[in-house]
C-alpha cells in the first residue's frame, strides 16, 4: 500500500508571516497549533519520497527521505534541498529529480551547487507526462502554467498506488484546461489554494494564482476529492471558524491539513 501524508500547506513564506501583524499571523504567533508550514508531502511506497524541500523541512522530517520530487525554484519549494548538505544532516546522493532547467540552476548557483560537488544530491531529470517508476506507486509529472523568475519550468505531480491516484498541483497561475482535467482524471487532488479571493492583497497582478471560490465553480461537478492547499497568510480558510471555511465545506471541498494521511 502506498500513503501520502501532508506536510504542509501553507505558501512559501509560512503562516505566520515575517513581519505581518495580520490576525492570521498574531494568531498563529499565539498558538502553535494554527502554525502552518510550507506546502510538501511525503510519499510512502517502499521508500519515503519528499515532495517540495521547503525552509520548514527541518520540522517536516525526522529522517533523509529516500528521494525528493521538486516543483519549481521558488523559495517556498527549493530552499529546504540545503538542510540536505553538510551543514546539516550530509545526505549521501539523495536522488532529487526536477526539470533539466532546476537541475541547472541548482548545479551552477551557490549554495546549491555545493550539494552537488558534495556528493549530497544525486540530480534526475524529469520529462513532461514520463511516469517515474517507484515500487508499488510512479509519479508522473507534468508542466503547469506558474510566474518564474528562472526559466526552469514548473512541475504538477500525478502518483498513482495500487488503488487510487493523487495529484499534487501546489502552486499554478490559473485553472488551466490542462490543469483542470488533471485533477478529474484522479481520485484525490491537492490543489492551489493561495487566495480566497482576489482583494487579499494589493498586488494580485504580481502573484497570480487561482482564487479558491473560482476553483470551487470550476470544479462543482467533479468527482475528485478535492483538497487545497498553499494557503497564503491573509486567506480566511486559515480560520476554521470563517464564513469562507463554512462554504468551502458546505460545497464539498476542504483544506488540507497537516498530519492528513491518504491512501492510494
Do not use: K
Not at 502554525?35 to 521547503?54: K, N, V
Not at 538542510?83 to 541547472?104: I, M, N, Q
Not at 487566495?195 to 461537478?221: G, K
Amino acid at each position: 500500500m502506498s500513503t501520502v501524508e501532508i506536510l504542509g500547506t501553507a505558501q512559501d513564506a509560512g503562516v505566520p508571516h515575517l513581519g505581518c501583524r495580520c490576525e492570521n499571523c498574531e494568531t498563529a504567533r499565539a498558538d502553535p497549533e494554527r502554525t502552518r508550514y510550507a506546502s510538501a508531502i511525503l510519499l510512502e511506497d517502499d521508500g519515503r519520497y519528499l515532495f517540495d524541500a521547503t525552509p520548514d523541512v527541518r520540522f517536516q522530517l525526522t529522517e533523509i527521505p529516500d528521494g525528493a520530487f521538486l516543483t519549481h525554484a521558488h523559495l517556498g519549494h527549493l530552499t529546504g534541498l540545503l538542510y540536505f548538505g553538510r551543514e546539516s544532516v550530509d545526505a549521501d546522493e539523495l536522488p532529487v529529480y526536477a526539470t533539466l532547467g532546476l537541475r541547472d540552476v541548482i548545479r551552477e548557483n551557490e549554495p546549491l551547487g555545493s550539494l552537488v560537488d558534495d556528493r549530497n544530491v544525486d540530480l534526475r531529470s524529469v520529462v513532461d507526462d514520463a511516469a517515474v517508476p517507484l515500487t508499488e506507486a510512479s509519479v508522473t509529472p507534468f508542466r503547469v502554467a506558474h510566474r518564474e523568475s528562472l526559466p526552469t519550468g514548473t512541475l504538477a505531480y500525478r502518483i498513482d498506488g495500487p488503488n487510487r491516484s493523487l495529484l499534487y498541483a501546489s502552486d499554478v497561475d490559473t485553472l488551466t484546461e490542462r490543469v483542470e482535467s488533471l485533477i478529474r482524471d484522479v481520485d484525490v487532488a491537492l490543489v492551489d489554494g493561495t487566495f480566497w479571493s482576489r482583494d487579499e492583497i494589493d498586488r494580485v497582478e504580481d502573484v497570480p494564482h487561482p482564487t479558491v471560490s473560482s476553483s470551487m465553480d470550476a470544479l462543482a461537478d467533479a468527482d475528485t476529492e478535492v483538497l487545497f492547499t498553499h494557503l497564503n497568510h491573509t486567506n480566511p480558510l486559515l480560520d476554521p471558524g470563517s464564513d469562507a471555511r463554512e462554504r468551502l465545506e458546505s460545497a464539498g471541498f476542504r483544506v488540507a491539513d497537516r498530519g492528513d494521511s491518504i491512501e492510494l
